[in-house]
């Protein structure tokens, strides 16, 4: 993998292996995280021919520098996401968590050829908050309220993304995880982002995991009827799906069904 620069963005990039796909595939991480989350997905992709990139949302690695990433908003992140379909045209785009939500506030653009919401975050409509979320959001709330950046301790990360996590895995995911916007976390826990589902046209794939604690399985179906969605689940699994023990199935499933989508 190499690091390129999308502008003043910054991406991980894997080249295809082989015959090319069409297009390429973009993936868009979630809150605390960076490109580095799909530091598996992206050779795994590479080598079934996709031109893979993962992009840096603004605040982290580089990308947008000067950035005060605590007043980052959930559109500064779609304006990143759409600066990199400038660069890259047509994709097939795959958001993980908020950065799924992320997708479904840019997927109404044409250059979306199909669209994949791993462990998604819903938009205003739907309600997401679970029990382990509300509990352990309490200490993080005047930052959220005031727009400061944070990142939630470990304590609080294994009880609500890290339940899945092989213990290595575990102490690399949190060394890894980053300060994030007391914006966007705010928007997100009030519902505040509203996405017109009847705009969006591409194929949807929605991915959940059964031990998800952010989001959790009686989400999903909400999920699905709302973008008339093809809906995959799966057990031993949890919201760090891309990380976690045999995360090679659900990363198969993701390119599997685009493959077929942009089959002729």
Not at 72 to 86: C, E, G, I
Not at 92 to 105: E, F, I
Request: charged share 20%; with cysteine.
């Amino acid at each position: 993998m190499t690091r390129e620069t999308v502008g003043d963005l910054t991406a991980e990039h894997a080249a295809p292996v082989g015959e090319a796909k069409p297009i390429p595939v973009l993936f868009v991480h979630g809150l605390w995280a960076s490109a580095s989350l799909f530091a598996r997905y992206l050779p795994f992709a590479a080598e079934r021919g996709w031109d893979g990139w993962a992009l840096n949302l603004r605040g982290r690695d580089g990308s947008r520098p000067g950035t005060d990433v605590g007043r980052a908003s959930m559109q500064d992140f779609a304006r990143d996401v759409r600066a990199t379909l400038d660069e890259l045209g047509q994709v097939v785009l795959v958001g993980h968590s908020m950065g799924s939500l992320v997708a479904q506030m840019v997927g109404s653009d044409p250059r979306v050829r199909a669209l994949v919401l791993m462990c998604p975050i819903p938009p205003r409509g739907i309600v997401s908050l679970s029990g382990p979320v509300v509990r352990s959001s309490g200490p993080y709330l005047s930052r959220m309220l005031r727009g400061r950046a944070f990142r939630p301790g470990r304590e609080a990360q294994e009880r609500i993304i890290m339940n899945r996590l092989a213990p290595e895995d575990g102490d690399a995911w949190f060394a890894s995880s980053v300060v994030d916007s007391g914006v966007a976390a705010r928007q997100i826990a009030l519902g505040a982002v509203k996405v017109d589902a009847s705009k969006i046209r591409a194929p949807v794939l929605v991915v959940s995991a059964a031990d998800d604690r952010i989001s959790p399985p009686g989400l999903q179906p909400k999920m699905v009827r709302r973008y008339r969605a093809v809906h995959r689940t799966f057990t031993g699994h949890a919201h760090l799906i891309t990380l976690e023990p045999d995360w090679q199935t659900p990363a198969s499933a993701v390119l599997d069904w685009a493959e077929r989508i942009l089959s002729p």
